[in-house]
């Protein structure tokens, strides 16, 4: 099975601070990685899907890189309401497994 | 536009089995894969299998093997997710979860709201 690691597991940020999170993977995934967003109580929000393309409705300070084994999640401007858990998935082969999360937290 | 609408919390007993139920609302739902994930109290995300538009086709992560079987009625758009021989370690929020297939990737675009299973003595 294809193994996500997450890092940050916890990050400390401002309003208008640039936040990335970045994902590896323990073997190449080519691009097929996405990126959830969760709040506490809540489903999961698709935020990227295939490394890089912005889902419908998600703000434009969401972007997402990479390809193989290295992906990031960069957030350009916080916001108040992205204060969440970050999650990453891999969908290159069963099982689909989650990367570990990421919390961000106010500063 | 698909939505997704879970059964109510359950609360077992350790052996016990339950049924969660996923009733789909839209008109993809009959081109859907639906997938299910779980979420233990304070860990992360967990993926659990998945079946097929037709519901002739399931796969299911190894962990759960023997003890989980993902079912559709697709007369009633709805999916069902039967774990069984239940521990304290299945505790946890069910999701199902619609898969998204773009050109460009895929993701897990609609989700249900959840299901917490307690499983307790």
């Known amino acids: 099975d294809i193994q996500l690691t997450q890092s940050p597991s916890f990050l400390s940020a401002s309003v208008g601070d640039r936040v990335t999170i970045t994902c590896r993977a323990s073997?190449?995934?080519?691009?097929?990685v996405a990126w959830y967003q969760q709040k506490p109580g809540k489903a999961p929000k698709l935020l990227i899907y295939g490394a890089s393309s912005l889902q419908s409705g998600v703000p434009s300070r969401f972007s997402g890189s990479g390809s193989g084994t290295e992906f990031t999640l960069t957030i350009s401007s916080l916001q108040p309401e992205d204060f969440a858990t970050y999650h990453c998935q891999h969908l290159n082969s069963y099982p689909f497994t989650f990367g570990p999360g990421t919390k961000v937290d106010i500063k | 536009q698909l939505q997704l609408v879970q059964s109510g919390a359950e609360v077992k007993k350790p052996g016990a089995s339950v049924k969660v139920s996923c009733k789909a609302s839209?008109?993809?739902?009959?081109?859907?894969?639906i997938h299910w994930v779980r979420q233990a109290p304070g860990q992360g995300l967990e993926w659990m299998g998945l079946?097929?538009?037709?519901?002739?086709?399931?796969h299911y992560a190894q962990k759960f093997q023997g003890t989980v079987t993902m079912t559709r009625d697709t007369s009633t758009s709805t999916l069902y997710m039967e774990l069984s021989s239940l521990r304290s370690e299945d505790t946890a929020v069910y999701f199902c979860a619609r898969l998204q297939r773009a050109g460009a990737g895929d993701g897990f675009d609609i989700w249900g709201q959840g299901t917490l299973v307690t499983v307790s003595s």
């Open positions: 839209g008109d993809t739902f009959t081109k859907s894969y």
């Open positions: 073997q190449g995934i080519r691009t097929y």
């Open positions: 079946i097929n538009p037709s519901g002739d086709y399931t």
